[in-house]
């Protein structure tokens, strides 16, 4: 059966919304923890719109589970992950003006700026995946980059206007996973996935991880964490 990897982010966007200390992230991530999530995913931003730096800290400490930091391949922020060494680190692309994250990595691109980050997490003992768009190009760059992970944008799949679009955009994650794993790498997935959508993912026997955050949260403020996070893990269970 698939993971699921839960994101706190906003949680934090809440707390920030009055610069207080409630609701705390820390948390949420130890009841999702409780509530069977495998992993929690927290993207400390340059701006810090939301995840602070005492949080992933703190995560570090008390969660019993993966900890996977999302950033950007900034020296900055790859100093202090290097500090606060999380089991993973997800790069992701990152605009200041974007609400959320709007697309994979450019690793042909970008290879020269991601690269040196990319090796020094790694030397600080770091598994590093990247987020990339389905998308062959980037699979292989990513495989030439020396890393053994990554996490596949579902964002056009999930943003689908109909069925045919849908359709289309599944086989091209679903043909983006066999490539990835016929090439020896781990392969997850995420972004805009929810209660609705994420059925058609989790028949990717390919992908080991989906990563979820907002629909899990925005379910939450009716449900609570723990149930909306057993919720995702029974229609994982069941699909």
């Not at 949080?55 to 950033?71: A, G, Q, S, V, Y």
């Not at 605009?95 to 970008?110: H, I, N, P």
């Not at 679903?174 to 209660?195: E, M």
Request: hydrophobic share 40%; charged share 25%.
């Amino acid at each position: 059966m698939m993971e699921l990897g839960v994101n706190i982010d906003h949680v934090a966007t809440l707390r920030q919304a009055r610069l207080g200390d409630t609701p705390d992230p820390i948390l949420a991530a130890v009841t999702a923890q409780n509530a069977g999530a495998d992993s929690i995913v927290a993207h400390l931003r340059e701006d810090r719109r939301h995840i602070q730096d005492r949080d992933i800290f703190i995560l570090k400490k008390i969660l019993r589970i993966k900890f996977n930091l999302e950033m950007s391949a900034c020296k900055q922020i790859v100093d202090i992950a290097c500090k606060v060494k999380p089991h993973q680190a997800t790069l992701v692309p990152e605009k200041r003006q974007e609400l959320t994250t709007e697309g994979g990595l450019d690793l042909v691109s970008q290879y020269k700026k991601i690269s040196p980050a990319i090796e020094k997490l790694q030397q600080a003992g770091i598994k590093v995946s990247l987020f990339i768009d389905p998308d062959k190009k980037q699979i292989n760059a990513a495989k030439k980059m020396g890393v053994r992970l990554i996490e596949l944008h579902t964002g056009a799949f999930a943003q689908a206007q109909n069925k045919s679009q849908q359709q289309k955009y599944l086989k091209q994650l679903k043909d983006a996973a066999v490539f990835a794993k016929s090439n020896d790498l781990r392969v997850f997935a995420g972004h805009g996935l929810d209660y609705n959508n994420a059925g058609e993912i989790l028949k990717i026997k390919e992908i080991e991880e989906l990563n979820i955050g907002y629909a899990i949260i925005c379910r939450a403020l009716f449900t609570g964490i723990a149930q909306a996070v057993k919720e995702m893990k029974q229609l994982m269970e069941n699909t």
